[in-house]
């Protein structure tokens, strides 16, 4: 069993970087996959990116996500992280992070909410222009 608890969220303005944390509690295995998804009023839950816990391998939604996101883990304290870089109104959401416990191939083969069994209950992120 995997429990997960993000914080880092609230009001921000536009072009002020912001780090989300997700502490993680339970099983972690070097093969496990964790990953930050993101959802706004009336739209389906987005991807963002994911880490292959053991080797720190990455795999981001596209190159857009990749200058405007950076994923990254601190496995002494486990807890994930989301640097959001520039900020924008439009990236206004809740966040969720996600977790797996194993992983058959390469980070990006897992970027569907269906792939994650576990999950965090998310923290609000509003950015103002």
């Known amino acids: 069993q995997v429990h997960m608890v993000e914080s880092g969220g609230g009001l921000v303005q536009a072009g002020n970087s912001l780090t989300l944390s997700c502490a993680i509690s339970?099983?972690?295995?070097?093969?496990?996959?964790m990953a930050w998804f993101r959802q706004a009023p009336g739209k389906d839950r987005e991807f963002i990116a994911t880490?292959?816990?053991?080797?720190?391998?990455?795999?981001y939604a596209d190159v857009d996500a990749e200058g405007q996101f950076i994923i990254s883990r601190d496995s002494a304290k486990n807890t994930l992280y989301l640097q959001m870089i520039n900020p924008q109104p439009a990236d206004t959401a809740a966040y969720y992070c996600?977790?797996?416990?194993?992983?058959?191939?390469?980070?990006?083969?897992?970027?569907?909410?269906?792939?994650?069994?576990?999950w965090g209950p998310g923290t609000q992120v509003t950015v103002s222009s």
């Open positions: 996600a977790a797996r416990e194993s992983t058959y191939g390469p980070a990006y083969y897992y970027k569907e909410p269906a792939d994650y069994a576990y």
């Open positions: 339970g099983r972690t295995f070097s093969s496990s996959a």
């Open positions: 880490i292959k816990w053991g080797d720190g391998s990455t795999a």
